[in-house]
Every structure is written in structure tokens, then in C-alpha cells.
């Protein structure tokens, strides 16, 4: 009897001991499964800007060298044609549409995702990662009424990064601040800061009644508060050893993410890092003023180029690069002039910021949101060029299963495969949306439904795509969209109008119809 008991106790603890030992093997795995990943987005950056994508004005090598040495995609989507619905549907893995308040947002915008909803930065946390994110946001701060002077909150910190360094929502709209982890950097609590999108404050110069103040003047709106010489969207006071300094822009944030990097290389991180260039207004630092001949818009492409490149370096020295994982593209396509007298049309020359394609940001034409868009993972990824469709949508459920999470949403495909170079078959369909309406991509083709409104944007100079008819498009063929088969190819446009509106629904469609009688 004493000798059985013995023995199921020594068994039992060998047991045990075994399952400590697998447990660990386990762990040691599943380490090696959990490679850091940056996310590098750029804000308003064409499909035809670097040159890897086929730009020869323009000079990128750093981000040629990632494009190149990695898989590059031909038919790489953001969501939308503007940055808020682009951004909440990267984070989220949720079209864009299904939230009514992702439009472009002014700066006192409350968070427009909700704490409870699972985020990339939520799911890899759960995986582990420490997460951060460095640059723009746009996806509202707060809960509508924001106190710039105390703790900002919900933000960035409550949907899921451990640590945020951003500017709230444009580098055009006020408050002209940094907020590191919900507070205002260098805040001086006897000059708190007040911002109203509605009204000025008594006594505060505007772009529109102060234009001897102006060091860069407003083409159309960018009329509100002056900082830095530099008139704004919306009213600001206050605040002024905050304020940044818009040429320091991209040195601060670049410093910051290789802090970042430094500070977590121990742990598996995810990093964010928003880069604000070529938003207007476009405010080179000196050493890069004249690097592009193209102005100032060709001037902060070539510097986020640097900063990229410089980014890289910092991977690289601290040993990262064969284990980190960097998607690049951005939020939506090119714009030339977005608002602001900065030479950048009369300099462009030859330069095609959305390559062959027909129309830019705001356009439901592909250079709205189709843009530069690779994967880069040195020892990991065999190089090369994938016309495979994919969307940013889907990066939500390919890095769970990159890192062994469940998790995922409707709207976000799997397509690992895809990203890592292994598979070329990424997406059937999609939808896209841009200011608001929204149009199909399915195989090589593009549907964009009837829309009333005007056919160009003339302020911005860009084909937004609206037509009181259905428009059809073969892309292999047509890529440039100068075709529109909807007339002769009913069959087609049909199969299109159909997959669309199983995921979209009817009600918008006849919406729009009813508009247009
Ligand atoms: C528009 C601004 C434009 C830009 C855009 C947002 C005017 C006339 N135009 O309303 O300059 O700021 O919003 O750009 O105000 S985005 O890339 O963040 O979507
Ligand atoms: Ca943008």
C-alpha cells in the first residue's frame, strides 16, 4: 500500500515536472512566433510618389529598398480617401462606413473608437506586446469636451497602446500640440490652452483678417488661428511653449520612435509610426528645403524617405531587423494643393503623384485609395511584386494569425500568406469609401455607383468620380479608368451591383437614387 502511494506520488511529480519543462519549450516557441511589427503610415503619399512604385522626379531610396526588398503590392488598398476612415479601419479591421462618425475630424472631435472595441494594438497586447504608437492620430480625443490642460482621455492609451507621442488630429488643425500618453508636452499651466473649431477667441489674429502675420498663405479654408506664421483650422489660444515647431515635426517624431524601439527591444513590440508628411502644410526642415526641385510637397517626401531610412538604421544597430516585421503604405492618395499657396503645383513638373491612375484623396477613383503598400522582413520575406488584392483592413487578421491570436473581425481576410510572400491570392472583392460614399472593387474590376455632386473637386483640382450613372471599369485593361463599359457590359455591372450591396446593403443605394430624381 505505502509502496503504491509512493508511487503515484513520485509519478505524479514527474509529471509535473514534465509538463513545467513542456510548458516552457512551449513558451520559448511561441517567442519565436511573436516578431516585433511596425506599422509605417504615411498621410496623403500617392501610388505613383516613390520610386519603386515607378516615381523618377522623386528620389526615395530608403523606402525603394524596403519596397524592393520586400513584397510589393500593385493592387494595395487603404479603406478610404480621406485619413480618419483609413486610420479607424487599419486599427479596427472594420470598414470605415459602418461607423457614422468616421469622417475627417476636427481637432475637438471625441474618440470615435469605442474602448471596448478590439483593435490591433488591444489584440497584440493580448499576445504580449508592449504597443505603442508616434505621429498622427485623427481618431478623436476624449469624450466631446476636451480640457487640454488636464489629462486627455479616452485616447490613444484606452484602445489598446501602452504608450502614445501624437499630434491629435492634423498638422493643419489646431491645438499645434504634442500629447505624450494623454497630456499636453511642455503644457505651462499659467497659459492653459482653449481651442473652439465654432469661434475665435476676443483679440486672437486669424489667417483671414491677419494676412500680414502669414509666413505660408491659405488657398481655401486654413483661415482660423495663425501659428508659427502658419494660419490653421480652427481657434486656438494659449498653449504657447507647447506649440511645436512645424519644421521640427518629423526629427521629433523619428527620435521618438527609435526611442521607442531602444527602450522595448527586450520585449515583442508593435509600433505605429504615423508620419505626417505629405499633409500640407508641408514644412521641410531647412536641410531638406530644395532636396525635391519640386517645393516643399516633394521636399517632405524626401525627408520622410530619410526618416525612414534613419529608422531602419536604428533596427538594424540594435540587432531587430531579422526579426521585425514593417508594413508600410498610406491612409490615402496624393493631393497637390490641399489648401495652402506652397508652389507645389508650379514645381511638380513631371512628377505623377498617383502614377497612371485617375483621380487622388477624396476620389472614389483608384488613386484615392489605391497606394503604396509592402511588407519588409529582412531574411523572412523573398522580395518581389504581388498584384494579389489586398487592403489595410486585412492586417488586422493577418498579424493575429502572425502572432498566434483567435482573434478577428466580418470585415478584416487572413491573408498572411499573402503579406509574407507566400501566397498570391489575396482578397476577391471590397468596397472603398471616399468622403462619405462608397464604391466595389471585385476581380479586376471597379463599379462605382451613381453619385450626385459635383464631378471636381476645383479647389483641389481632383476627378472625385460622381456621375448620375453607374460606372464600370476593367483595371487590367483600363487601368487609368477611361472606359466606362457599365453601358455595354450589363451582365457585369450587375454581378458587381450585387456583391456589393450583400456587403454594403440596399439602403444606401436607393438613398442615392432618390437623390439623384
Ligand atoms: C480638409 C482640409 C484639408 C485636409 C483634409 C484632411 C479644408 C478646405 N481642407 O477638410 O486641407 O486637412 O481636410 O486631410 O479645410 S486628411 O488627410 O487628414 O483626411
Ligand atoms: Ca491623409
Same mark, same amino acid.
Do not use: V
Given at each position: 500500500m505505502r509502496s503504491s502511494i509512493l508511487y503515484f506520488t513520485i509519478s505524479f511529480l514527474l509529471i509535473l515536472g514534465s509538463c513545467k519543462d513542456e510548458k516552457k519549450t512551449i513558451e520559448t516557441s511561441e517567442e519565436k512566433t511573436k516578431p516585433n511589427i511596425v506599422i509605417i503610415y504615411a498621410d496623403d503619399l500617392g501610388y505613383g510618389e516613390i520610386g519603386a512604385y515607378? =516615381?523618377? =522626379?522623386?528620389?526615395t531610396p530608403n523606402l525603394d529598398k524596403l519596397a524592393n526588398g520586400g513584397v510589393r503590392f500593385t493592387n494595395g488598398y487603404a479603406s478610404s480617401a480621406t485619413c480618419t476612415p483609413s486610420r479607424y479601419a487599419l486599427l479596427t479591421g472594420v470598414y470605415p462606413w459602418r461607423n457614422k462618425s468616421a469622417k475627417i475630424l476636427p481637432g475637438t472631435a471625441p474618440l470615435i473608437i469605442d474602448v471596448d472595441q478590439p483593435t490591433i494594438p488591444k489584440m497584440l497586447k493580448n499576445q504580449g506586446y508592449h504597443t505603442g504608437i508616434v505621429g498622427k492620430w485623427h481618431l478623436g480625443l476624449g469624450n466631446g469636451n476636451v480640457n487640454w490642460n488636464e489629462r486627455i482621455a479616452p485616447g490613444p492609451n484606452e484602445v489598446g497602446f501602452d504608450y502614445s507621442h501624437i499630434l491629435a488630429a492634423t498638422q493643419d488643425r489646431v491645438p499645434t500640440v504634442y500629447i505624450e500618453n494623454g497630456n499636453v508636452v511642455n503644457l505651462d499651466p499659467n497659459d492653459p490652452i482653449e481651442v473652439n473649431y465654432k469661434e475665435n477667441f476676443e483679440g486672437e489674429p486669424t489667417g483671414l483678417d491677419n494676412p500680414e502675420l502669414l509666413k505660408m498663405k491659405w488657398h481655401h479654408g486654413h483661415n482660423n488661428s495663425i501659428v508659427n506664421g502658419i494660419p490653421r483650422i480652427g481657434f486656438m489660444k494659449g498653449g504657447e511653449a507647447a506649440k511645436w515647431v512645424d519644421e521640427d515635426m518629423a526629427d521629433y517624431f523619428l527620435a521618438d520612435a527609435q526611442d521607442y524601439v531602444k527602450k522595448h527591444k527586450s520585449e515583442p513590440f508593435f509600433l505605429y509610426y504615423a508620419l505626417q508628411q505629405p499633409h500640407v502644410p508641408r514644412t521641410p526642415h531647412p536641410r531638406f528645403v530644395g532636396s525635391s526641385g519640386m517645393g516643399p510637397r516633394g521636399d517632405v517626401i524626401v525627408e520622410a524617405d530619410w526618416m525612414v531610412g534613419e529608422f531602419i538604421k536604428t533596427l538594424e544597430a540594435e540587432g531587430l531587423l531579422e526579426n521585425t516585421l514593417i508594413v508600410f503604405s498610406s491612409d490615402n492618395g496624393p493631393v497637390v494643393n490641399d489648401g495652402y499657396y506652397d508652389d507645389s503645383e508650379e514645381k511638380l513638373g513631371n512628377h505623377k503623384p498617383a502614377g497612371a491612375l485617375r483621380g487622388g484623396k477624396y476620389s472614389l477613383f483608384e488613386a484615392g485609395t489605391r497606394v503604396p503598400f509592402f511588407t519588409y522582413w529582412k531574411g523572412k520575406i523573398n522580395p518581389g511584386v504581388s498584384d494579389a488584392m489586398v487592403s489595410q483592413l486585412d492586417l488586422f487578421a493577418s498579424l493575429a494569425a502572425l502572432t498566434g491570436s483567435e482573434e478577428s473581425t466580418n470585415d478584416s481576410q487572413e491573408l498572411l500568406d499573402v503579406f509574407l510572400g507566400k501566397s498570391a491570392k489575396g482578397r476577391n472583392e471590397m468596397v472603398i469609401e471616399a468622403t462619405s460614399r462608397t464604391a466595389f472593387r471585385k476581380g479586376d474590376w471597379a463599379m462605382i455607383p451613381p453619385y450626385k455632386g459635383p464631378a471636381v473637386n476645383k479647389h483641389v483640382n481632383i476627378e472625385l468620380a460622381n456621375a448620375a450613372e453607374y460606372q464600370l471599369y476593367n483595371l487590367k485593361e483600363d487601368i487609368a479608368q477611361q472606359h466606362n463599359l457599365a453601358s455595354s457590359k450589363p451582365e457585369k455591372l450587375q454581378e458587381l451591383i450585387t456583391a456589393y450591396e450583400t456587403i454594403r446593403g440596399t439602403e444606401n443605394t436607393e438613398i442615392q437614387q432618390l437623390e439623384l430624381k
Open positions: 515607378g =516615381a523618377t =522626379a522623386l528620389k
